[in-house]
């Protein structure tokens, strides 16, 4: 019975896999039109809105084609978009719902629930200058956040520094600062709760 389930699994996956593909090619076309007007987010956010499982499969194929890498066995949730093209994801990730992902180079094996915000770092805008207004002040801009692989990332989670590997980052989490590895995270700053084990092979 149960290899009856999967094999009826994998023919429905097959299936919408194979409808997906003509929605994902025209998505992917605008997708690259779109670089050159800056306006890359702009339909990655539409290709985010698409439901059920043939959105997933259409933001696989989006993203595989217009990433600068994307692995295999990635999940895009419902609403879960990302912000620029020189993203790296790696093999066997779970992006929950609603999630913005900007520069980033994530690793393998993460599972990340809803509504995280991966932010370019924390240097995006300066305020330092009592003699201009915010908007008008230079900043050192955005850069690459390091996630390695074996994380996992709370809901409610604001990224926006590196995360080492075998990491548990807390719901509600704001990283500014980064966590090393084999640790367990919380807080706002968050701040290094507790140390994991080292993974036995």
Not at 36 to 42: K, L, M, P, T, V
Request: glycine residues 10%.
């Amino acid at each position: 019975m149960r290899a009856i389930f999967k094999l009826v699994h994998k023919c429905y996956f097959l299936i919408i896999s194979m409808a997906a593909i003509p929605l994902a090619i025209v998505f992917i076309v605008f997708g690259w039109l779109s670089v050159g007007f800056n306006a890359y987010a702009e339909v990655s956010i539409v290709v985010s809105r698409i439901p059920f499982l043939i959105g997933q499969r259409v933001r696989y194929f989006y993203y595989k084609a217009t990433l600068k890498s994307l692995g295999h066995d990635v999940i895009f949730k419902y609403g879960t978009f990302c912000q620029y093209r020189n993203v790296i994801i790696g093999n066997r990730i779970i992006f929950g719902y609603f999630n913005t992902i900007g520069e980033v180079n994530i690793g393998d094996d993460i599972v990340i629930g809803g509504y995280v915000n991966f932010i370019s770092g924390t240097t995006q805008h300066s305020f330092e200058n009592p003699e201009l207004k915010i908007v008008d002040q230079d900043a050192k801009g955005r850069r690459v956040i390091y996630i390695g692989s074996d994380v996992w990332i709370g809901s409610n989670a604001v990224i926006a520094s590196d995360v080492g590997t075998r990491c548990v980052i807390g719901a509600g989490a704001v990283l500014v600062k980064p966590a090393e590895s084999y640790g367990v995270y919380g807080g706002n700053p968050a701040k290094l709760l507790k140390k994991l084990k080292l993974l036995v092979q």
